[in-house]
């Protein structure tokens, strides 16, 4: 009698199981339902990878989308409107706008995103402690009525108005004006972060985890700190145009912030103050760092909405439940069917458990 061989399963054979793969693709097919249902999403998507590739290509190889060092260099075209040779135009000595404009560009986003940063993570902190520790008569709830009065303090005068005193108390420069900008946003996540982790800590699945014995440290982990950064990450995308607005409206009021043109660098604000006086001659001057503020702060804002659509469940529930109402196409439906497992019999009937003849 031959032995037989044994029969290695298919999946293993062939490698990875294609209910795998489906629910790798399923986060990507969401986002993409996402950005095709709404124009505005896939707009502010689009942009922000061209800005993305743009800020890469000013680092690496600046000449391949005509920016030329050094930025200050003068030409014989003095005061030229926008043409071929100069996208942007030219200022009254001759200086290209366009190189100017494209080099702030990495500026402006690596300031925004260092301030954005900041205030999550230092305000995202002192929300965490103030929300999840907020007991009467504790240590911990004693820690938290500081901070929440501090936060208070800081709220109590509009960000802009506070950056300006404390740039101007620190003094004129760059690093000064980052520092106010830093120490104003701060607030804005910790009343996030704290609402949110106060939401999320009365919930039955953290009393039924707090009843099991699991430790306070891995409650806010593993349930706490998970639920409570999808909505700070749409809020921290939709929050780095804010900040570019915020910090370029500082460098414009305050004069002489940055010495300008510079001989490597460059930014919007400061391009705008230094050609205020031209506008009403050269106007290119003026809009086209603004034209560049205006798009950077439009697609990160798009961008922000779309994403807020894929994280939220509620939107991704309402997502799911008109697509089943939709007629979905024969790929669509197999993967489904193979993700969901065998079907189930229908009452009444017999399931066929004989082998293929």
């Known amino acids: 009698m031959a032995s037989k061989t044994p029969r290695v399963p298919v999946a293993l054979a062939a490698g990875p199981s294609r209910s795998a793969i489906v629910r790798v693709g399923r986060p990507l097919r969401l986002l993409w339902r996402v950005l095709r249902s709404n124009p505005l999403s896939l707009v502010g998507f689009v ?32 005061g030229q409107p926008p043409s071929w040779a100069h996208p942007f135009g030219t200022d009254p000595i001759g200086i290209d706008i366009y190189s100017n404009v494209m080099a702030a560009l990495p500026v402006d986003l690596s300031i925004a995103f260092a301030i954005a940063v900041f205030a999550l993570v230092f305000g995202g902190l002192l929300g965490l402690v103030a929300g999840f520790w907020d007991t009467r008569r504790t240590l911990g709830g004693a820690v938290s009525v500081v901070i929440l009065r501090i936060t208070d303090v800081f709220l109590a005068f509009p960000s802009l108005i506070l950056a300006l005193a404390i740039a101007v108390s620190l003094g004129r420069g ?44 891995r409650i806010l982990f593993r349930h706490v700190v998970r639920n409570v950064i ?27 912030v940055i010495s300008f043109p510079s ?15 031209s506008f009403s001659a050269l ?75």
């Open 230 to 256: 999808e909505p700070v990450v749409v809020y921290f995308t939709m929050d780095i145009g804010t900040v570019i607005v915020t910090f370029s409206t500082v460098v414009f009021v305050i004069p002489n």
């Open 47 to 78: 942009l922000v990878v061209l800005i993305v590739v743009a800020t890469a290509l000013v680092y690496l190889a600046p000449a391949v989308i005509g920016v030329h060092y050094p930025l200050n260099q003068p030409s014989n075209a003095l």
């Open 174 to 217: 760059v690093p000064q004006v980052i520092i106010a900008v830093m120490l104003t946003w701060w607030p804005y996540y910790t009343r996030l972060v704290r609402g949110e982790v106060l939401s999320v800590k009365h919930r039955q699945y953290v009393t039924a985890a707090r009843v099991a014995g699991v430790s306070e440290t």
């Open 283 to 357: 106007p290119w001057t003026v809009l086209a760092p603004g034209l560049a503020i205006f798009l950077t702060v439009l697609s990160f804002s798009l961008l922000g909405d779309g994403l807020r659509d894929v994280l939220d469940p509620r939107t991704r529930r309402a997502m799911l439940e008109t697509r089943r109402l939709e007629p979905a196409a024969p790929v669509e439906k197999a993967e489904e069917a193979e993700s969901a497992g065998p079907a189930a019999p229908v009452p009444g009937t017999v399931p066929d458990v004989t082998g293929p003849s």
């Open 263 to 277: 001989t490597n660098t460059s930014e919007w604000g400061v391009m705008i103050q230094n050609y205020q006086d």
